[in-house]
């Protein structure tokens, strides 16, 4: 039967992978840009919120991941064999959806992706009884949401110099220091709170000056229609390789992410809008004169930075984890000032700016300012404690294993990798397991009922690897940021991931070693029973400025940016560590 015939939809079904994205294929990001750049200049307009920004400059980056995944499955289509031989038009299957969900361990982020009768539509398949939402995406409930305290109408709110935005556990933990530097030379700040997670709140600052406020509690519950993308067929296509995908329907099934509620990370049309109109009496209350973010990509951010710049506030972004070429969403910084933790980020700054005024200053990770206040004894025992359950005692050498919030075909497939690594090295090893803020436990609970060695125990989500990684003897991860700080308090680094996968680099920095295999992994192991050399200081330098003081030095930019003349002219800086009173570290290298 050939692919017209009938029997499409079942056999392409096939061709894809379950849980995980499709295989990168060569040229993706290139076909991806293309994508997104006919978006653009097909619809860009369609829809704008009251303040003037568009919808696809503010949900760029869930509409990015989407446009990946048609171009995989376009791409699994052209190397389907029956199809290749015998092409013709799919037909959908009755009544399934056109946007679904990809399986993932985060709590609260949803995975989106293009049905199979999805692609099919997109090629221009009629699609009489096929509803936009799969059916697990139709059940999918409401984001849990609970307000963090009691906040005041935005009119109510005390005049503050700095306005931060937080909506993450990671994003709190780097904004707060900087707010307290500030706070404690006469600068008050406030904290708008939007997680959604109750995990991911921002704690209340011990320091008089720092505020915390949170949005009506139903802000991110808000579903319903987005006017202006329904549209009708009007011909016009985009090629992408050898396929035509109509526009109208691109957008249309772009806007089931754009009517669907999906908390803090991935709101909905009516959500943004109402959120611009509630930050706008936030910043007209308070009076700031800067804009603080961590992230000013994702859909929230990219409405903060445009909010700011409407109310003629200077904007902030203050990188809180590693960055990767590979596995940013959407290489794209809109703050005016982008602060990075060392000088290998600079180049990607640099290239992700949008900003034109924008300027990279490499002031290190306020986050990271404590490390060397954490103890290692208590760490250790808490290790201990979580692999050894009674009568048995805990492992000799212990790691921690930093997760990322990935789907469970890949978190199994790294688990075997360090599991059978751990296994082979023949040392005696337990596994803690520390789940990433963001990622459900339960997804590990085959692992702690696998049989004998090594050990395996999952910490306390509240714990963290930062609440566990100084006590170990080895930290394994891909990507986690976490990696840098164990790094930085000489805590050996295995980076994991199969040939082609991302990692976080710290291995081309001599600072971690590349695990591609379980042999790999226990060769590095082995290698740790020998002594090790010092730290290359200039290769941690080089990843993460590191002289305690971080917090500090971004308050002073901060401080010095509001009080600087508008007109201010560009400078660039080469100035060891500073007083107060000498030129601001890492200030004004232009990213133009």
């Known amino acids: 039967m050939t692919p017209s015939e009938g029997n499409a939809a079942a056999d ?164 707060l220091p900087v707010l307290e530097e500030l706070a404690r030379t006469g600068r008050p700040s406030l904290v708008a709170d939007l997680a959604t997670d109750p995990a991911e709140r921002c704690p ?37 390789g050898k396929y035509a995908v109509q526009l109208a329907r691109l957008v249309r099934l772009l806007s089931v992410l754009l009517e669907t509620s999906g908390g803090c990370t991935q709101p909905s049309w009516r959500s943004v809008v109402r959120a611009e109109t509630w930050l706008d009496g936030v910043l007209a209350a308070t009076q700031p004169h800067t804009v603080l973010v961590s992230n000013d990509t994702s859909p929230l951010g990219a409405l903060a930075g445009h909010a700011a710049e409407r109310h003629g506030a200077n904007t902030v972004h203050l990188q809180h984890g590693a960055w990767t070429a590979e596995s940013v969403a959407w290489p794209a910084l809109h703050s005016r000032d982008i602060v990075v933790m060392g000088e290998r980020d600079l180049p990607l700054a640099k290239a992700w700016v949008r900003h034109p005024d924008a300027e990279v200053h490499v002031l290190g990770q306020p986050r990271f300012d404590s490390l060397a206040d954490l103890e290692r004894e208590a760490q250790r025992r808490y290790l201990e404690k979580l692999l050894s359950p009674s009568p048995w005692r805990a492992p000799a050498r212990i790691a921690v294993w930093a997760c990322q919030p990935f789907g469970p075909d890949r978190l199994k497939a790294q688990a075997d990798l360090l599991l059978d690594g751990l296994w082979k090295a023949d040392d005696d090893w337990g596994l803690v397991i520390a789940p990433h803020p963001a990622q459900s436990i339960d997804v590990f609970a085959p692992l702690l009922e696998r049989d004998g060695q090594p050990f395996v125990a999952v910490a306390d989500p ?62 590095a192991l082995v290698a740790l029973r020998g002594p090790r050399p010092p730290a290359d200081r200039a290769a941690m330098d080089a990843v993460c400025r590191r002289p305690g003081d971080s917090a500090a030095q971004v308050a002073r930019l901060i401080a010095r940016r509001a009080d600087a003349p508008v007109t201010r002219p560009h400078h660039v800086h080469h100035d060891a560590r500073g007083t107060d009173s000498g030129p601001l570290q890492g200030e004004g290298v232009p990213a133009r």
């Open 462 to 523: 509240r714990v963290g690897a930062r609440g566990c990684l100084a006590g170990a003897d080895a930290l394994a991860s891909a990507y986690s940021t976490c990696g840098i700080e164990a790094a930085l308090v000489g805590v050996p680094v295995l980076e994991l991931g199969a040939p082609g996968e991302p990692t976080l680099g710290l291995s081309g920095n001599g600072l971690a070693r590349r695990c591609r295999t379980a042999d790999d992994v226990a060769d």
């Open 12 to 175: 392409f079904s096939r061709a894809e992978s379950d849980g995980e994205p499709l295989r990168a294929v060569v040229g993706e990001d290139a076909r991806v840009d293309q994508l997104m750049q006919a978006l653009e200049t097909y619809g860009a307009d369609l829809a704008r919120t009251p303040g003037g920004a568009g919808w696809l400059y503010v949900q760029h980056v869930p509409a990015r991941r989407l446009m990946a995944q048609v171009v995989r499955k376009l791409a699994a289509l052209s190397d389907w064999e029956p199809f290749a031989k015998a092409p013709g038009r799919l037909r959908l299957a009755p009544y399934e959806g056109l946007v679904g969900l990809r399986s993932s361990s985060s709590r609260e982020y949803r995975a989106y992706t293009v049905t199979r009768s999805g692609i099919a539509y997109l090629l221009g398949a009629p699609a009489p009884h096929n509803p936009f939402r799969s059916a697990q995406l139709r059940k999918r409930s409401r984001p849990p949401v609970t307000a963090a305290v009691p906040s005041p109408a935005p009119s109510r709110l005390p005049a503050s110099e700095v306005v931060a935005l937080s909506w993450s556990s990671r994003h709190a933990a780097t904004l």
């Open 204 to 240: 209340a600052s011990s320091i008089a000056g720092v505020h915390l406020c949170s949005p009506p509690t139903d802000l991110f519950t808000l579903s319903g229609a987005a006017d202006g993308l329904r549209l009708q067929d009007d011909g016009r296509a985009v090629r992408v």
